[in-house]
């Protein structure tokens, strides 16, 4: 088994890298831990293609761009603000590796969106495809087509296509449900809409979804909070369910309990040490 270790490079989940390392014995390392450890050091890029689990240390937009470059089982512990996609945090992050090392976990694969820009596949979504208006204070068209008919128009700063997965991020933020992981759906929220008649939707992911800028403005298009391509009035982007799957290292199954412990805001969380790994 070889593992790979990447680590959010500040004091902390350093810190919590370098007992995470000692605990399993080797590992490849990523270069700011392995500077950290004054070891050997690869690119994520090299962990994810070599690597047959990987430890993340970090918040989600860590977590998120570990699974840019892998399909390989990630256990993820959390040192963001946030961090819904992580599975323990820091306090229990030793107790819960003990546990996945000695096979006490479950896989669980997350549904990615594909997203084709001008014949051009970019990297894929694990929770969102943005579509945003390159100039601030201007507002963007856009056309959203569903299995080739036209379905909804959207004036404002743009639109957000998520998985069930990304539906507690971005989308979340500008009025778009929640939506089981276990659901086989893409969701799709106008940000800042000027008709407010334009609502978010939830389509089935067996659907192929099209996005048209109507008038000469140009917009950006964001995959997991990255910057990946432009899109403007005559291009064309499409997307649709990935073939590949984002696979969390779980110690339970545990959706719903997150939803509460990390969207209301209850100080019963820090009080009960919630969410710790077991």
């Not at 293609?49 to 570990?66: C, F, H, Q, R, S």
């Not at 963001?80 to 820091?90: D, H, I, K, Q």
């Not at 099209?210 to 005559?234: C, H, T």
Request: charged share 30%; aromatic share 6%; with cysteine.
């Amino acid at each position: 088994m070889k593992w790979g270790l990447v680590c959010k490079p500040d004091k902390k989940s350093l810190s919590i890298g370098k007992e995470i390392y000692e605990l399993i014995g080797d590992a490849m390392l990523e270069k700011k831990i392995a500077s950290y450890l004054a070891k050997p050091g690869h690119t994520i890029k090299e962990i994810g293609e070599n690597a047959d689990k990987i430890v993340v240390v970090g918040g989600d937009g860590t977590i998120l761009m570990v699974l840019r470059y892998t399909t390989k089982p990630i256990f993820t512990i959390n040192t963001g603000s946030v961090g819904f996609l992580a599975e323990t945090e820091p306090d229990y992050a030793v107790e819960g590796m003990k546990k996945v090392l000695d096979g006490e976990y479950i896989i669980d694969e997350r549904k990615r969106i594909k997203a084709v820009l001008n014949g051009e596949r970019l990297p894929d979504a694990t929770n969102e495809v943005t579509i945003h208006v390159s100039n601030v204070g201007k507002i963007l068209s856009l056309e959203l087509i569903v299995d080739g008919i036209p379905t909804e128009d959207v004036d404002g700063d743009g639109i957000i296509i998520s998985t069930p997965t990304g539906s507690t991020s971005y989308s979340l933020s500008v009025g778009g449900p929640i939506v089981d992981p276990s659901i086989g759906a893409f969701i799709v929220a106008p940000i800042a809409p000027f008709r407010h008649i334009s609502s978010p939707l939830v389509i089935p992911d067996n659907k192929k979804l099209e996005v048209k800028v109507m008038r000469e403005k140009s917009a950006k298009v964001i995959v997991d909070g990255i910057r990946a391509g432009m899109l403007s009035k005559g291009d064309e982007i499409i997307l649709s369910l990935s073939e590949k799957k984002s696979p969390f290292i779980r110690l339970e199954e545990d959706f719903y309990r997150r939803v509460y412990e990390m969207l209301s805001f209850s100080v019963k969380r820090a009080k009960d040490g919630k969410n710790k790994g077991n």
